[in-house]
Protein backbone atom coordinates (compact mmCIF):
# COMPACT_ATOMS: atom_id res chain seq x y z
CA UNK A 1 0.00 0.00 0.00
CA UNK A 2 1.30 3.57 -0.98
CA UNK A 3 2.45 5.39 1.49
CA UNK A 4 -1.01 8.44 0.53
CA UNK A 5 -3.00 5.40 0.76
CA UNK A 6 -2.43 4.24 3.95
CA UNK A 7 -2.07 7.91 5.55
CA UNK A 8 -5.68 8.52 3.54
CA UNK A 9 -6.99 5.41 5.23
CA UNK A 10 -5.79 6.00 9.16
CA UNK A 11 -7.82 9.28 8.47
CA UNK A 12 -10.80 7.50 7.97
CA UNK A 13 -10.34 5.18 10.35
CA UNK A 14 -10.02 7.73 13.13
CA UNK A 15 -12.22 10.08 11.69
CA UNK A 16 -15.90 9.84 13.76
CA UNK A 17 -15.88 8.01 16.95
CA UNK A 18 -15.76 11.13 19.03
CA UNK A 19 -18.22 12.43 17.06
CA UNK A 20 -20.62 9.28 16.89
CA UNK A 21 -21.52 8.13 20.36
CA UNK A 22 -22.37 5.52 21.73
CA UNK A 23 -19.53 3.67 21.37
CA UNK A 24 -20.82 -0.09 19.66
CA UNK A 25 -18.57 -1.47 22.90
CA UNK A 26 -18.58 -0.22 26.06
CA UNK A 27 -16.51 -2.56 29.14
CA UNK A 28 -16.78 -1.18 32.35
CA UNK A 29 -14.69 -2.20 35.33
CA UNK A 30 -15.92 -5.69 34.14
CA UNK A 31 -14.84 -8.48 36.20
CA UNK A 32 -15.60 -12.34 35.55
CA UNK A 33 -14.48 -15.41 37.71
CA UNK A 34 -14.92 -18.80 37.14
CA UNK A 35 -16.33 -20.63 40.13
CA UNK A 36 -15.53 -18.73 43.25
CA UNK A 37 -11.59 -17.68 42.66
CA UNK A 38 -10.55 -18.40 39.23
CA UNK A 39 -10.48 -15.13 37.50
CA UNK A 40 -10.77 -14.95 33.86
CA UNK A 41 -11.01 -11.31 33.01
CA UNK A 42 -10.47 -8.33 35.61
CA UNK A 43 -11.34 -4.82 35.71
CA UNK A 44 -11.28 -4.35 32.27
CA UNK A 45 -12.51 -0.92 30.81
CA UNK A 46 -12.28 0.35 27.52
CA UNK A 47 -14.50 1.23 24.79
CA UNK A 48 -14.72 0.21 21.19
CA UNK A 49 -15.80 3.01 18.52
CA UNK A 50 -18.39 2.42 15.28
CA UNK A 51 -16.02 0.73 12.76
CA UNK A 52 -12.96 0.38 14.14
CA UNK A 53 -10.95 -2.48 13.95
CA UNK A 54 -9.60 -3.95 17.05
CA UNK A 55 -6.76 -7.00 17.79
CA UNK A 56 -6.60 -8.05 20.62
CA UNK A 57 -3.57 -10.23 22.18
CA UNK A 58 -2.37 -11.82 24.75
CA UNK A 59 -0.69 -14.55 26.25
CA UNK A 60 -2.64 -18.44 26.06
CA UNK A 61 -5.17 -17.83 29.59
CA UNK A 62 -5.08 -14.02 29.06
CA UNK A 63 -8.84 -13.80 29.19
CA UNK A 64 -9.31 -13.26 25.52
CA UNK A 65 -12.51 -15.92 24.53
CA UNK A 66 -13.90 -14.83 28.07
CA UNK A 67 -14.18 -11.34 26.72
CA UNK A 68 -15.59 -12.51 23.43
CA UNK A 69 -18.47 -14.95 25.36
CA UNK A 70 -18.83 -12.06 27.66
CA UNK A 71 -20.00 -10.07 25.22
CA UNK A 72 -22.37 -12.36 23.20
CA UNK A 73 -23.65 -13.18 26.34
CA UNK A 74 -22.95 -17.00 27.19
CA UNK A 75 -21.13 -15.98 30.41
CA UNK A 76 -22.84 -13.07 32.54
CA UNK A 77 -20.16 -10.69 34.46
CA UNK A 78 -19.47 -11.24 37.66
CA UNK A 79 -19.02 -7.36 37.97
CA UNK A 80 -18.94 -4.53 36.16
CA UNK A 81 -21.47 -3.39 33.06
CA UNK A 82 -21.29 -4.43 29.42
CA UNK A 83 -22.72 -2.19 27.03
CA UNK A 84 -23.48 -2.79 23.34
CA UNK A 85 -24.34 0.26 21.40
CA UNK A 86 -25.39 1.64 24.34
CA UNK A 87 -27.54 -0.89 25.66
CA UNK A 88 -26.65 -2.52 28.94
CA UNK A 89 -26.25 -6.44 28.26
CA UNK A 90 -27.74 -6.97 31.74
CA UNK A 91 -31.19 -6.09 30.58
CA UNK A 92 -31.53 -7.83 27.88
CA UNK A 93 -33.74 -10.88 28.86
CA UNK A 94 -33.34 -14.38 27.81
CA UNK A 95 -36.34 -14.11 25.24
CA UNK A 96 -34.30 -11.18 23.59
CA UNK A 97 -30.72 -12.54 23.96
CA UNK A 98 -31.20 -14.98 20.58
CA UNK A 99 -32.21 -12.04 18.42
CA UNK A 100 -29.31 -9.79 20.12
CA UNK A 101 -26.74 -12.66 18.78
CA UNK A 102 -28.40 -12.18 16.03
CA UNK A 103 -26.51 -8.85 15.16
CA UNK A 104 -23.43 -10.48 15.45
CA UNK A 105 -21.19 -12.06 13.72
CA UNK A 106 -19.18 -14.66 15.58
CA UNK A 107 -16.13 -16.55 14.72
CA UNK A 108 -15.47 -19.19 17.27
CA UNK A 109 -12.47 -20.53 18.69
CA UNK A 110 -13.31 -24.01 18.34
CA UNK A 111 -15.70 -23.50 15.33
CA UNK A 112 -18.58 -24.86 17.01
CA UNK A 113 -20.21 -26.23 13.70
CA UNK A 114 -23.08 -28.43 13.66
CA UNK A 115 -21.73 -31.99 13.10
CA UNK A 116 -24.86 -33.25 11.47
CA UNK A 117 -24.31 -30.52 8.66
CA UNK A 118 -22.75 -30.16 5.45
CA UNK A 119 -20.87 -27.24 4.92
CA UNK A 120 -23.35 -25.61 2.87
CA UNK A 121 -26.16 -26.30 5.66
CA UNK A 122 -24.01 -25.31 8.21
CA UNK A 123 -23.68 -21.51 6.34
CA UNK A 124 -27.51 -21.70 5.95
CA UNK A 125 -28.51 -22.45 9.55
CA UNK A 126 -27.44 -18.64 9.66
CA UNK A 127 -29.49 -17.32 7.86
CA UNK A 128 -32.70 -20.14 8.15
CA UNK A 129 -32.49 -18.80 11.78
CA UNK A 130 -33.22 -15.24 11.07
CA UNK A 131 -36.14 -16.15 8.67
CA UNK A 132 -34.28 -15.77 4.94
CA UNK A 133 -36.26 -17.40 1.98
CA UNK A 134 -34.77 -20.32 0.49
CA UNK A 135 -34.24 -17.92 -2.67
CA UNK A 136 -32.23 -15.66 -0.71
CA UNK A 137 -30.13 -18.69 1.20
CA UNK A 138 -29.29 -20.12 -2.29
CA UNK A 139 -27.96 -16.82 -4.02
CA UNK A 140 -26.16 -15.95 -0.35
CA UNK A 141 -24.60 -18.85 0.54
CA UNK A 142 -22.40 -20.03 -2.70
CA UNK A 143 -20.98 -16.47 -2.70
CA UNK A 144 -19.79 -16.53 0.91
CA UNK A 145 -18.35 -20.35 0.44
CA UNK A 146 -16.61 -19.03 -2.76
CA UNK A 147 -15.04 -15.86 -1.27
CA UNK A 148 -13.84 -18.59 1.88
CA UNK A 149 -12.54 -20.75 -0.59
CA UNK A 150 -14.52 -23.73 0.07
CA UNK A 151 -16.56 -23.90 -3.22
CA UNK A 152 -15.75 -27.58 -3.61
CA UNK A 153 -16.29 -28.61 -0.06
CA UNK A 154 -19.75 -27.56 -0.10
CA UNK A 155 -21.60 -31.50 0.85
CA UNK A 156 -19.01 -32.36 3.04
CA UNK A 157 -19.72 -32.84 6.86
CA UNK A 158 -17.42 -31.16 9.69
CA UNK A 159 -15.76 -34.48 10.35
CA UNK A 160 -14.55 -34.47 7.10
CA UNK A 161 -12.89 -31.44 7.08
CA UNK A 162 -9.11 -30.35 7.91
CA UNK A 163 -9.08 -27.85 10.75
CA UNK A 164 -8.43 -24.86 8.71
CA UNK A 165 -11.46 -25.35 6.11
CA UNK A 166 -13.46 -26.22 9.46
CA UNK A 167 -12.13 -22.62 10.61
CA UNK A 168 -13.42 -21.12 6.93
CA UNK A 169 -16.84 -22.41 7.62
CA UNK A 170 -17.05 -21.00 10.63
CA UNK A 171 -15.84 -17.52 9.28
CA UNK A 172 -18.26 -18.04 6.59
CA UNK A 173 -21.13 -18.74 9.07
CA UNK A 174 -20.33 -15.34 10.84
CA UNK A 175 -20.26 -13.35 7.47
CA UNK A 176 -23.06 -14.36 5.88
CA UNK A 177 -25.68 -11.92 7.51
CA UNK A 178 -23.51 -8.87 7.53
CA UNK A 179 -23.38 -8.56 11.11
CA UNK A 180 -22.61 -4.69 12.22
CA UNK A 181 -20.13 -6.16 14.81
CA UNK A 182 -18.38 -9.15 14.08
CA UNK A 183 -16.03 -11.00 16.47
CA UNK A 184 -13.38 -13.17 15.50
CA UNK A 185 -11.91 -15.41 18.07
CA UNK A 186 -8.51 -16.64 16.49
CA UNK A 187 -10.08 -16.70 13.13
CA UNK A 188 -6.66 -17.32 11.15
CA UNK A 189 -5.44 -19.87 14.36
CA UNK A 190 -5.20 -23.16 12.04
CA UNK A 191 -4.67 -21.55 8.46
CA UNK A 192 -1.51 -21.37 6.59
CA UNK A 193 -0.28 -17.75 5.84
CA UNK A 194 -1.75 -17.27 1.84
CA UNK A 195 -5.32 -18.65 3.50
CA UNK A 196 -4.77 -16.37 6.72
CA UNK A 197 -3.84 -13.21 4.17
CA UNK A 198 -6.74 -13.87 2.77
CA UNK A 199 -9.27 -13.99 6.22
CA UNK A 200 -7.59 -11.24 7.29
CA UNK A 201 -8.77 -8.90 3.35
CA UNK A 202 -12.05 -10.75 4.13
CA UNK A 203 -12.17 -8.55 7.58
CA UNK A 204 -10.68 -6.05 6.74
CA UNK A 205 -13.18 -5.71 3.58
CA UNK A 206 -16.00 -6.18 6.06
CA UNK A 207 -14.67 -3.74 8.54
CA UNK A 208 -14.65 -0.80 5.57
CA UNK A 209 -18.53 -1.80 4.91
CA UNK A 210 -19.08 0.25 8.38
CA UNK A 211 -19.10 -3.25 10.66
CA UNK A 212 -16.80 -3.02 13.74
CA UNK A 213 -14.48 -6.18 14.03
CA UNK A 214 -12.67 -7.39 16.86
CA UNK A 215 -10.20 -10.16 16.40
CA UNK A 216 -8.62 -12.18 19.17
CA UNK A 217 -4.96 -13.54 17.54
CA UNK A 218 -1.91 -14.94 18.38
CA UNK A 219 -0.53 -13.87 14.89
CA UNK A 220 2.33 -11.39 15.71
CA UNK A 221 2.82 -11.05 11.91
CA UNK A 222 -0.82 -10.07 10.80
CA UNK A 223 -1.39 -7.34 14.02
CA UNK A 224 2.46 -5.76 13.10
CA UNK A 225 1.29 -5.99 9.30
CA UNK A 226 -2.11 -4.30 9.88
CA UNK A 227 -1.08 -1.70 12.76
CA UNK A 228 -4.79 -1.51 14.07
CA UNK A 229 -5.81 -0.67 17.49
CA UNK A 230 -3.83 -3.09 20.21
CA UNK A 231 -5.28 -4.20 23.30
CA UNK A 232 -3.17 -6.45 25.07
CA UNK A 233 -4.52 -8.79 28.02
CA UNK A 234 -2.27 -10.33 30.69
CA UNK A 235 -3.86 -12.62 33.32
CA UNK A 236 -7.54 -11.29 32.74
CA UNK A 237 -6.33 -7.46 32.54
CA UNK A 238 -5.98 -4.79 30.31
CA UNK A 239 -2.10 -3.92 29.88
CA UNK A 240 -1.75 -2.09 26.74
CA UNK A 241 -4.49 -0.06 24.41
CA UNK A 242 -2.60 1.32 21.91
CA UNK A 243 -4.19 2.63 18.36
CA UNK A 244 -1.72 1.40 15.38
CA UNK A 245 -0.32 -0.87 18.03
CA UNK A 246 2.14 -3.76 17.53
CA UNK A 247 1.45 -7.73 18.48
CA UNK A 248 4.68 -6.91 21.40
CA UNK A 249 5.51 -3.52 22.37
CA UNK A 250 8.70 -2.24 21.31
CA UNK A 251 10.17 0.82 21.57
CA UNK A 252 9.50 3.21 18.49
CA UNK A 253 12.37 4.30 16.50
CA UNK A 254 12.96 7.73 16.09
CA UNK A 255 11.45 7.93 12.02
CA UNK A 256 8.61 6.72 13.70
CA UNK A 257 8.24 8.74 16.95
CA UNK A 258 8.32 11.47 14.28
CA UNK A 259 5.65 10.69 11.89
CA UNK A 260 3.46 10.13 14.64
CA UNK A 261 3.96 13.69 15.74
CA UNK A 262 3.09 15.32 12.75
CA UNK A 263 0.18 13.25 12.05
CA UNK A 264 -2.57 16.00 11.78
CA UNK A 265 -5.69 15.55 14.14
CA UNK A 266 -8.64 14.23 12.29
CA UNK A 267 -11.54 16.01 10.99
CA UNK A 268 -14.73 14.71 12.41
CA UNK A 269 -16.99 12.75 10.22
CA UNK A 270 -20.32 11.20 10.24
CA UNK A 271 -21.29 8.59 7.99
CA UNK A 272 -24.49 8.66 6.65
CA UNK A 273 -25.88 5.00 7.18
CA UNK A 274 -24.71 2.79 9.94
CA UNK A 275 -25.71 -0.45 9.56
CA UNK A 276 -24.87 -0.84 13.95
CA UNK A 277 -28.00 1.77 14.24
CA UNK A 278 -29.98 -1.28 13.11
CA UNK A 279 -28.75 -3.77 16.41
CA UNK A 280 -31.64 -3.20 18.26
CA UNK A 281 -33.94 -2.61 15.17
CA UNK A 282 -36.13 -5.28 16.72
CA UNK A 283 -37.25 -3.81 19.63
CA UNK A 284 -38.52 -1.32 18.14
CA UNK B 1 -43.33 -20.20 11.81
CA UNK B 2 -42.74 -22.28 8.79
CA UNK B 3 -44.12 -26.11 9.15
CA UNK B 4 -42.16 -27.00 5.79
CA UNK B 5 -38.58 -26.32 7.35
CA UNK B 6 -39.56 -27.67 10.57
CA UNK B 7 -40.82 -31.02 9.10
CA UNK B 8 -37.98 -31.05 6.78
CA UNK B 9 -35.21 -30.69 9.73
CA UNK B 10 -37.12 -33.11 11.83
CA UNK B 11 -36.87 -35.93 8.80
CA UNK B 12 -33.43 -34.60 8.13
CA UNK B 13 -32.16 -35.24 11.70
CA UNK B 14 -34.03 -38.71 11.80
CA UNK B 15 -31.78 -39.62 8.87
CA UNK B 16 -28.58 -38.34 10.47
CA UNK B 17 -29.35 -39.67 14.13
CA UNK B 18 -30.20 -43.35 12.59
CA UNK B 19 -29.50 -45.26 15.66
CA UNK B 20 -30.84 -42.84 18.40
CA UNK B 21 -33.79 -42.21 16.34
CA UNK B 22 -34.22 -46.06 15.53
CA UNK B 23 -33.78 -46.51 19.86
CA UNK B 24 -36.78 -44.50 20.13
CA UNK B 25 -38.74 -45.72 17.98
CA UNK B 26 -38.24 -49.34 19.38
CA UNK B 27 -39.29 -48.58 22.47
CA UNK B 28 -42.42 -47.19 21.56
CA UNK B 29 -43.03 -50.01 19.56
CA UNK B 30 -41.92 -52.53 22.81
CA UNK B 31 -44.09 -50.37 24.96
CA UNK B 32 -47.28 -50.09 22.89
CA UNK B 33 -47.17 -53.78 21.81
CA UNK B 34 -46.83 -55.09 25.61
CA UNK B 35 -49.69 -52.65 26.64
CA UNK B 36 -51.76 -53.88 23.24
CA UNK B 37 -51.02 -57.25 24.65
CA UNK B 38 -52.17 -56.35 28.01
CA UNK B 39 -55.29 -54.16 28.40
CA UNK B 40 -57.27 -57.06 26.19
CA UNK B 41 -55.87 -59.53 29.03
CA UNK B 42 -56.67 -56.95 31.92
CA UNK B 43 -59.47 -56.75 30.49
CA UNK B 44 -60.85 -60.01 29.64
CA UNK B 45 -59.29 -61.29 32.99
CA UNK B 46 -61.58 -58.89 35.15
CA UNK B 47 -64.28 -59.30 32.66
CA UNK B 48 -63.97 -62.89 33.42
CA UNK B 49 -63.88 -62.09 37.16
CA UNK B 50 -67.13 -60.46 37.24
CA UNK B 51 -69.01 -62.92 35.42
CA UNK B 52 -68.32 -65.48 37.66
CA UNK B 53 -69.59 -62.86 40.73
CA UNK B 54 -72.27 -62.34 38.54
CA UNK B 55 -73.17 -66.43 38.88
CA UNK B 56 -73.70 -65.86 42.34
CA UNK B 57 -77.18 -66.13 43.07
CA UNK B 58 -80.28 -67.20 45.55
CA UNK B 59 -82.62 -69.81 44.33
CA UNK B 60 -85.99 -69.63 45.41
CA UNK B 61 -87.72 -73.10 45.08
CA UNK B 62 -91.56 -72.78 45.04
CA UNK B 63 -94.13 -74.98 46.62
CA UNK B 64 -95.43 -77.79 44.15
CA UNK B 65 -98.43 -76.66 44.30
CA UNK B 66 -98.08 -73.13 43.68
CA UNK B 67 -100.87 -71.42 41.11
CA UNK B 68 -100.33 -68.15 38.95
CA UNK B 69 -101.17 -66.36 41.46
CA UNK B 70 -99.31 -67.72 44.37
CA UNK B 71 -96.52 -67.13 41.68
CA UNK B 72 -97.14 -63.43 40.76
CA UNK B 73 -97.68 -62.69 44.49
CA UNK B 74 -94.10 -64.29 45.36
CA UNK B 75 -92.81 -62.35 42.36
CA UNK B 76 -93.66 -58.99 44.00
CA UNK B 77 -92.33 -59.91 47.27
CA UNK B 78 -89.07 -60.92 45.60
CA UNK B 79 -89.05 -57.53 43.91
CA UNK B 80 -89.73 -55.45 46.58
CA UNK B 81 -86.71 -56.54 48.72
CA UNK B 82 -83.86 -54.16 48.55
CA UNK B 83 -81.01 -56.02 47.85
CA UNK B 84 -82.63 -58.18 44.90
CA UNK B 85 -81.67 -57.24 41.38
CA UNK B 86 -82.98 -59.69 38.19
CA UNK B 87 -85.53 -62.03 39.55
CA UNK B 88 -86.00 -64.58 36.60
CA UNK B 89 -88.64 -67.02 36.84
CA UNK B 90 -87.85 -70.70 35.78
CA UNK B 91 -91.18 -72.88 35.28
CA UNK B 92 -91.44 -76.56 35.82
CA UNK B 93 -91.79 -77.27 32.58
CA UNK B 94 -89.00 -75.36 31.44
CA UNK B 95 -86.13 -76.68 34.29
CA UNK B 96 -87.31 -80.09 32.98
CA UNK B 97 -86.80 -79.21 29.22
CA UNK B 98 -83.35 -77.73 30.57
CA UNK B 99 -82.24 -80.98 32.86
CA UNK B 100 -83.33 -82.96 30.19
CA UNK B 101 -81.43 -82.03 27.33
CA UNK B 102 -78.30 -82.00 29.64
CA UNK B 103 -78.87 -85.81 31.23
CA UNK B 104 -81.78 -87.91 29.12
CA UNK B 105 -80.92 -90.69 30.63
CA UNK B 106 -81.73 -89.65 34.27
CA UNK B 107 -84.98 -88.47 32.92
CA UNK B 108 -86.15 -90.67 31.08
CA UNK B 109 -85.59 -93.09 34.10
CA UNK B 110 -88.10 -90.14 36.21
CA UNK B 111 -90.92 -90.26 33.69
CA UNK B 112 -92.87 -87.73 35.21
CA UNK B 113 -91.32 -84.09 36.39
CA UNK B 114 -90.08 -83.92 39.66
CA UNK B 115 -89.19 -79.78 39.48
CA UNK B 116 -90.70 -77.15 41.01
CA UNK B 117 -90.86 -73.73 39.84
CA UNK B 118 -88.07 -71.68 40.99
CA UNK B 119 -87.02 -67.92 40.68
CA UNK B 120 -83.44 -67.68 40.39
CA UNK B 121 -82.83 -64.23 41.75
CA UNK B 122 -79.45 -62.75 41.16
CA UNK B 123 -78.44 -60.32 43.81
CA UNK B 124 -77.62 -55.96 42.59
CA UNK B 125 -74.04 -56.70 44.17
CA UNK B 126 -72.70 -59.85 44.15
CA UNK B 127 -71.19 -59.00 47.49
CA UNK B 128 -74.82 -59.08 49.17
CA UNK B 129 -75.32 -62.20 48.25
CA UNK B 130 -75.65 -63.77 51.47
CA UNK B 131 -77.80 -60.77 52.88
CA UNK B 132 -80.35 -61.34 49.98
CA UNK B 133 -80.27 -64.76 51.01
CA UNK B 134 -81.30 -63.42 54.70
CA UNK B 135 -84.03 -61.55 53.64
CA UNK B 136 -85.85 -63.68 51.49
CA UNK B 137 -85.49 -66.53 54.19
CA UNK B 138 -84.92 -65.01 57.44
CA UNK B 139 -83.45 -67.08 60.31
CA UNK B 140 -85.84 -67.68 63.42
CA UNK B 141 -85.30 -68.20 66.89
CA UNK B 142 -84.85 -72.18 66.40
CA UNK B 143 -82.31 -71.75 64.17
CA UNK B 144 -84.02 -72.77 61.17
CA UNK B 145 -85.30 -70.62 58.48
CA UNK B 146 -88.96 -69.27 57.60
CA UNK B 147 -89.27 -68.11 54.12
CA UNK B 148 -91.16 -64.68 53.53
CA UNK B 149 -93.96 -66.30 51.84
CA UNK B 150 -95.53 -69.64 52.72
CA UNK B 151 -95.56 -70.67 48.68
CA UNK B 152 -91.89 -70.93 48.89
CA UNK B 153 -90.60 -74.01 49.85
CA UNK B 154 -87.18 -73.11 50.32
CA UNK B 155 -84.77 -70.87 49.64
CA UNK B 156 -81.18 -72.02 48.85
CA UNK B 157 -77.31 -70.27 48.18
CA UNK B 158 -73.98 -72.00 48.78
CA UNK B 159 -72.83 -69.96 51.34
CA UNK B 160 -69.03 -71.50 51.38
CA UNK B 161 -68.84 -70.99 47.47
CA UNK B 162 -70.26 -67.81 46.93
CA UNK B 163 -67.78 -66.25 49.57
CA UNK B 164 -65.16 -68.33 47.70
CA UNK B 165 -65.80 -66.95 44.33
CA UNK B 166 -66.49 -63.26 46.22
CA UNK B 167 -62.61 -63.36 47.42
CA UNK B 168 -61.35 -65.10 44.30
CA UNK B 169 -62.30 -62.74 42.27
CA UNK B 170 -61.48 -59.54 43.89
CA UNK B 171 -57.86 -60.67 44.20
CA UNK B 172 -57.82 -61.54 40.74
CA UNK B 173 -59.16 -57.49 40.02
CA UNK B 174 -56.85 -56.37 41.93
CA UNK B 175 -53.90 -57.86 40.84
CA UNK B 176 -54.82 -56.99 37.67
CA UNK B 177 -55.56 -52.96 38.05
CA UNK B 178 -52.03 -53.08 39.71
CA UNK B 179 -50.37 -54.53 37.02
CA UNK B 180 -51.92 -52.27 34.86
CA UNK B 181 -50.36 -49.52 36.79
CA UNK B 182 -47.09 -50.88 37.22
CA UNK B 183 -47.22 -50.96 33.33
CA UNK B 184 -48.21 -47.60 32.37
CA UNK B 185 -45.42 -46.46 34.74
CA UNK B 186 -42.99 -48.41 33.33
CA UNK B 187 -43.81 -47.78 29.66
CA UNK B 188 -43.68 -43.69 30.27
CA UNK B 189 -39.85 -44.29 32.07
CA UNK B 190 -38.79 -46.43 29.19
CA UNK B 191 -39.71 -44.06 26.28
CA UNK B 192 -38.67 -40.72 28.82
CA UNK B 193 -35.63 -41.94 29.47
CA UNK B 194 -34.57 -43.09 25.74
CA UNK B 195 -35.31 -39.28 24.48
CA UNK B 196 -33.24 -37.85 27.20
CA UNK B 197 -30.48 -39.86 26.25
CA UNK B 198 -31.06 -39.43 22.43
CA UNK B 199 -31.05 -35.28 23.28
CA UNK B 200 -27.87 -36.07 25.32
CA UNK B 201 -26.20 -36.77 22.94
CA UNK B 202 -27.40 -33.46 20.73
CA UNK B 203 -26.41 -31.29 23.72
CA UNK B 204 -23.59 -29.68 21.93
CA UNK B 205 -25.91 -29.27 18.90
CA UNK B 206 -28.57 -27.20 20.69
CA UNK B 207 -25.95 -25.34 22.09
CA UNK B 208 -24.18 -24.27 19.26
CA UNK B 209 -27.57 -23.40 17.37
CA UNK B 210 -28.21 -20.86 20.04
CA UNK B 211 -24.92 -19.66 19.80
CA UNK B 212 -25.77 -18.51 16.11
CA UNK B 213 -29.03 -16.73 17.75
CA UNK B 214 -31.93 -19.58 17.41
CA UNK B 215 -35.00 -19.00 19.70
CA UNK B 216 -36.20 -21.84 21.78
CA UNK B 217 -39.25 -22.18 19.94
CA UNK B 218 -36.78 -22.74 16.71
CA UNK B 219 -34.93 -25.30 17.96
CA UNK B 220 -37.81 -27.07 19.72
CA UNK B 221 -40.37 -27.77 17.23
CA UNK B 222 -37.85 -30.26 14.70
CA UNK B 223 -37.40 -31.97 17.44
CA UNK B 224 -40.88 -32.02 18.92
CA UNK B 225 -42.12 -32.98 15.25
CA UNK B 226 -39.45 -35.64 15.41
CA UNK B 227 -41.37 -36.95 18.51
CA UNK B 228 -44.23 -37.49 16.54
CA UNK B 229 -42.79 -39.21 13.40
CA UNK B 230 -40.69 -41.80 16.11
CA UNK B 231 -44.10 -41.98 18.36
CA UNK B 232 -45.90 -42.69 15.51
CA UNK B 233 -44.28 -44.68 13.22
CA UNK B 234 -43.58 -47.35 16.21
CA UNK B 235 -47.25 -47.25 17.26
CA UNK B 236 -48.13 -47.96 13.70
CA UNK B 237 -45.86 -51.18 13.69
CA UNK B 238 -46.80 -52.24 17.00
CA UNK B 239 -50.37 -51.89 16.24
CA UNK B 240 -49.70 -53.88 12.86
CA UNK B 241 -47.96 -56.57 14.62
CA UNK B 242 -50.85 -56.82 17.00
CA UNK B 243 -53.43 -56.95 14.32
CA UNK B 244 -51.20 -59.73 12.79
CA UNK B 245 -50.73 -61.38 15.94
CA UNK B 246 -54.60 -61.04 16.45
CA UNK B 247 -56.03 -63.06 13.35
CA UNK B 248 -53.04 -65.31 13.48
CA UNK B 249 -53.54 -66.49 17.00
CA UNK B 250 -56.09 -65.16 19.01
CA UNK B 251 -59.17 -65.00 16.57
CA UNK B 252 -58.77 -69.04 15.23
CA UNK B 253 -58.56 -70.03 19.88
CA UNK B 254 -61.23 -67.76 20.74
CA UNK B 255 -64.08 -70.50 18.87
CA UNK B 256 -62.01 -73.00 21.78
CA UNK B 257 -61.48 -71.30 24.67
CA UNK B 258 -64.68 -68.46 26.05
CA UNK B 259 -62.00 -66.92 28.28
CA UNK B 260 -60.58 -65.33 25.76
CA UNK B 261 -64.32 -65.09 24.18
CA UNK B 262 -65.60 -62.71 26.72
CA UNK B 263 -67.50 -59.63 25.65
CA UNK B 264 -66.30 -56.94 27.49
CA UNK B 265 -62.62 -56.72 25.95
CA UNK B 266 -61.69 -53.23 24.09
CA UNK B 267 -62.67 -53.11 20.02
CA UNK B 268 -59.26 -53.22 18.05
CA UNK B 269 -60.23 -50.23 16.06
CA UNK B 270 -60.83 -48.19 19.29
CA UNK B 271 -57.36 -50.30 20.97
CA UNK B 272 -55.56 -49.17 17.95
CA UNK B 273 -56.17 -45.38 18.36
CA UNK B 274 -56.35 -45.00 21.71
CA UNK B 275 -52.27 -46.41 21.84
CA UNK B 276 -51.64 -44.63 18.56
CA UNK B 277 -52.79 -41.27 19.96
CA UNK B 278 -50.88 -42.31 23.57
CA UNK B 279 -47.39 -42.81 21.90
CA UNK B 280 -47.75 -39.79 19.52
CA UNK B 281 -48.39 -37.65 22.54
CA UNK B 282 -46.36 -39.11 25.04
CA UNK B 283 -43.24 -38.77 22.50
CA UNK B 284 -43.89 -35.28 21.45
CA UNK B 285 -44.57 -34.32 25.07
CA UNK B 286 -41.39 -35.92 25.78
CA UNK B 287 -38.64 -34.60 23.67
CA UNK B 288 -40.58 -31.08 24.03
CA UNK B 289 -40.03 -31.15 27.35
CA UNK B 290 -36.75 -32.83 28.04
CA UNK B 291 -35.11 -30.18 25.83
CA UNK B 292 -35.69 -27.37 28.45
CA UNK B 293 -33.29 -28.32 29.96
CA UNK B 294 -30.76 -28.33 26.94
CA UNK B 295 -32.16 -24.37 26.02
CA UNK B 296 -30.81 -22.32 29.04
CA UNK B 297 -27.54 -21.47 27.18
N1 LIG C 1 -15.41 -22.56 31.90
C1 LIG C 1 -14.31 -22.23 32.60
N2 LIG C 1 -14.19 -22.64 33.88
C2 LIG C 1 -13.10 -22.33 34.60
N3 LIG C 1 -12.09 -21.59 34.14
C3 LIG C 1 -12.13 -21.16 32.86
C4 LIG C 1 -13.25 -21.46 32.04
N4 LIG C 1 -13.05 -20.90 30.83
C5 LIG C 1 -11.86 -20.29 30.90
N5 LIG C 1 -11.30 -20.44 32.12
C6 LIG C 1 -10.03 -19.87 32.58
O1 LIG C 1 -10.06 -18.47 32.39
C7 LIG C 1 -8.82 -17.99 31.90
C8 LIG C 1 -9.03 -17.21 30.61
O2 LIG C 1 -9.47 -18.12 29.60
P1 LIG C 1 -9.71 -17.68 28.11
O3 LIG C 1 -10.35 -18.82 27.42
O4 LIG C 1 -10.44 -16.41 28.11
O5 LIG C 1 -8.23 -17.48 27.55
P2 LIG C 1 -7.76 -17.04 26.11
O6 LIG C 1 -7.10 -15.75 26.24
O7 LIG C 1 -8.87 -17.15 25.16
O8 LIG C 1 -6.68 -18.15 25.78
P3 LIG C 1 -6.31 -18.77 24.36
O9 LIG C 1 -5.42 -17.78 23.70
O10 LIG C 1 -5.57 -20.01 24.70
O11 LIG C 1 -7.57 -19.02 23.64
C9 LIG C 1 -7.93 -19.22 31.72
O12 LIG C 1 -7.04 -19.27 32.80
C10 LIG C 1 -8.87 -20.38 31.76
O13 LIG C 1 -8.27 -21.48 32.37
MG1 LIG D 1 -9.38 -18.32 23.61
Redesign the pocket.
Known amino acids: MAIVERHKDELERRAGPQDRAPAVVEFRGVTKH??TE?A?LTEATFSVQRGEFVFLV?S???????LMRLLIKELEPTKGTIKVAGRDLAEVTRRKVPYYRRNIGIVF?DFKLLPNRTVYDNVAYALQVTGHSRKEIRNRVPDILRLTGLSTKLHNYPDQLSGGEQQRVSVARAFVNHPPLLLAD?PTGNLDPETSIGIMQLLFRINRTGSTVIV?T?DAQMVDRMRRRVIELQRGRIIRDEHSGLYAPRDMNTAEFGALLREPAPAPKRVEKDPIDELWGDEA | MKPGFFVREALRSIGRNAIPSFAAMASVLVTVLVLGVFIPVVQATTGAANEVRGRVLVDVYLQKDATQADIDRVRDRIQSVETAGKVEFVSKAQAYQREKARNPEAYQLLGKNPLPDTFRVTPKKPDDVLKLRDALAPAGVSGGRTPIDESIESVKSSKDESTKILTATRVVKLAMGALAILLVIASVLLISNTIRLSLFSRRREVEVMKLVGATDSFIRWPFVIEGVVLGALGGVLAVLLLAVGKIALVDPLAEDFALIAAPRTIQFGVLAVLLLGASVLVSAAGSGLSLRRFLRV
Open positions: YGKGGTGSGKSTQEAH
